[in-house]
């Protein structure tokens, strides 16, 4: 735990609530409303992104009308 000594004067400080950790709000974030130390210095208490997480980053074909082709008229 850190000492009430080494926090600047009016810097919010929140409680991570997986490691028990008192973090300034610069390295909190809130994950499904669970607040969670994140970054440099911490624990890293955020859980990795799921499966919709990577679904999104992936490039998938999509079904749409084609475009129009273009006519040939032949003689045979």
């Known amino acids: 735990m850190r000492d009430d000594r080494s926090r600047r004067v009016g ?3 929140y409680t991570c609530e997986r490691c028990g950790i ?5 390295k ?4 499904n409303g ?3 130390c994140n970054g440099p210095g911490t624990i890293h208490c955020r859980d990795l992104p799921g499966v919709d997480a990577e679904k999104r980053n992936l490039h998938t074909p999509y079904e749409a ?8 008229s032949e003689d045979l």
């Open 34 to 36: 669970i607040t969670l």
């Open 11 to 13: 810097e919010e400080w």
């Open 22 to 26: 008192d973090y300034p709000r610069s």
């Open 28 to 31: 909190m974030i809130v994950v």
């Open 65 to 72: 009308p084609l475009a129009p082709l273009p006519s040939i």
